[in-house]
């Protein structure tokens, strides 16, 4: 497979595809991440899942010609991509193995979607953002989290407005939970803040 890998490397903020396009191709992020952006006919953009170092994705075309991309592939740091065009991996997916492990990596996509769904529908923004603020908190194992998330992008992966992020933010600061400063959250109330992303 390495043998027939096409690499790309992509600066912040540039498209490996865009939303729309039919795009034939497996990826492989090397370094870096991809974010995957569904933009709706109003504008509104939700993040739906990040692709990692050593995450494995396809556009809808490699299996269905006809299909387009559901999303944009965006690089959200400098990133670097191996792709493999489907001509070019026909004769390995026809022996099975490939063909199977990409079944289980699906549905393991599709599980994540399916949580992903249940937040949005069933969950209320505070409760979407006390999750979203709780994977931070934990990602960098501190009790301080610099502002890197934008109120935008907490918009985007919360699938809300970035005015209804600003007020539950302060909301969350006037009950104590948090500390809102210009540069950095600070966890003020963990055991508050857990009861709000699982909605008790």
Known sequence: MAQHALLRILSKEEYLAAQGDHWPYLFLVVEGELEAVKVSAEGRSLIVTTFARGDIFWGPAFFETDLSLPVSLEANQPTTVALWSRSSLDPLLAKGGIGWALARLMLQYMWRANVLLERLVFQPVTARLARLL????????SPTLPRTLTLDDMAARIGT????????LYDLADRHIIDVTRTELVLMDRDSLVKLAEGT
């Open 134 to 141: 709780l994977d931070h908190f934990q990602s960098t194992a």
């Open 161 to 168: 407005t970035r005015e209804v992020v600003c007020r539950t």
